[in-house]
C-alpha cells in the first residue's frame, strides 16, 4: 500500500531552509512565477540559496528587478 503524507504530519514551523536543508539545485534552473511577493518570493530566495539559477517573474521589470538584487545566488530577473 502507497504511503500517504498529510500536512498534520509536519512539524509546525517548517521553513523553507529546513525543509531543503542539505538540498544541493548546483547546475539546475528554476523558474519561479511571482517572485515579488509572499510564496513566489521566498520559493525565489529558497532556490537561489540551495544553488539555483533562478529565472523570476513578475508583472513589470522594475519590480522584479528590485527584489531580486536582495536576494542571495545567480537570478536572472524577466517580466511576463
Known sequence: MKEVWHVSDSPQRTTAEAVTQGL?????IA?????TAGIGMESM???ALRG??????GRTQAKVERVCQAMPGTITPLAL
Open 45 to 47: 530566495r529558497v532556490l
Open 52 to 57: 539555483a539559477h533562478v529565472l523570476a517573474t
Open 31 to 35: 523558474l519561479v512565477t511571482g517572485c
Open 24 to 28: 544541493d539545485l548546483s547546475g539546475q
